[in-house]
């Protein structure tokens, strides 16, 4: 799976799930998901399991912080991180 790959996924789960159908212009990759009041607590767990079932890996206590989770961005960082993911795009 590619970098892009990994970001349209993490973009459609949140547009879907969390945004209900709205157009992919409401979520930019560096809005913070917290301040625009998009994931609270419920929805950080939420995305945890998504990230676990969809990429095939356990996220450990101490990565389910802001810093991994916050942003489209980080979000996609940390899974290439922990999935070894090339980081060129294609």
């Keep these: 799976m590619t970098q892009d790959e990994i970001r ?10 969390m945004l209900e159908g709205k157009d992919a212009s409401a979520l930019s990759d560096d809005m913070s998901l917290e301040r625009a009041h998009i994931v609270d607590s419920v929805r950080a767990l939420e995305m945890i399991v998504f990230i676990e079932e969809t990429f095939s890996f356990i ?32």
């Excluded at 961005?73 to 070894?84: D, E, G, L, Q, W």
């Design 8 to 17: 349209q996924r993490v973009r459609s789960m949140i547009l879907d799930r």
């Design 59 to 90: 996220v450990e206590n101490e990565d389910a912080v802001p810093d991994n989770f916050d942003t489209v961005n980080n979000i996609v960082a940390y899974v290439v991180r922990k999935t070894h993911v090339s980081t060129i795009s294609t």
